[in-house]
Nanobody
Framework: QVQLVESGGGLVQAGGSLRLSCAAS????????MGWFRQAPGKEREFVAA????????YYADSVKGRFTISRDNAKNTVYLQMNSLKPEDTAVYYC?????????????????????WGQGTQVTVSS
């Protein structure tokens, strides 16, 4: 499996921005779909964004569409999540994920079970 390490989380004010990074090792991510999930206290883990390996197609949860941007740099074996116009409800632990075969047909986004590699998570806290 690919090992994933997130970084870039922190405390920001509402309306601010953060860029999360996910450094991969063990395998190249060039043939993996990459993504981000998040989990807020007391809530289920939810899909945030994903990017495919073949055509760099991107998918976003409705709650972050237009504010967040996922990207990948295969040469650096790194995936990013640029988060703009942050809201308090974005507060969560954010997890970088990787998988080979992902179902993007659900309106709720791909299931977490489709991703077999997970990072340890990085905390994002947005103050009001």
């Amino acid at each position: 499996q690919v090992q994933l390490v997130e970084s870039g989380g922190g405390l920001v004010q509402a309306g601010g921005s953060l860029r999360l990074s996910c450094a991969a090792s063990g395998r190249t991510i060039s043939t993996y779909a990459m993504g981000w999930f998040r989990q807020a206290p007391g809530k289920e883990r939810e899909f945030v964004a994903a990017i495919t390996w073949n055509y760099d197609n991107t998918y976003y949860a409705d709650s972050v569409k237009g504010r967040f941007t996922i990207s990948r740099d295969n040469a650096k074996n790194t995936v990013y999540l640029q988060m703009n116009s942050l809201k308090p409800e974005d507060t969560a632990v954010y997890y970088c994920v990787a998988g080979r075969y992902i179902n993007f047909q659900s309106r709720r986004g791909p299931p977490s079970s489709d991703f077999d590699s997970w990072g340890q998570g990085t905390q994002v806290t947005v103050s009001s």
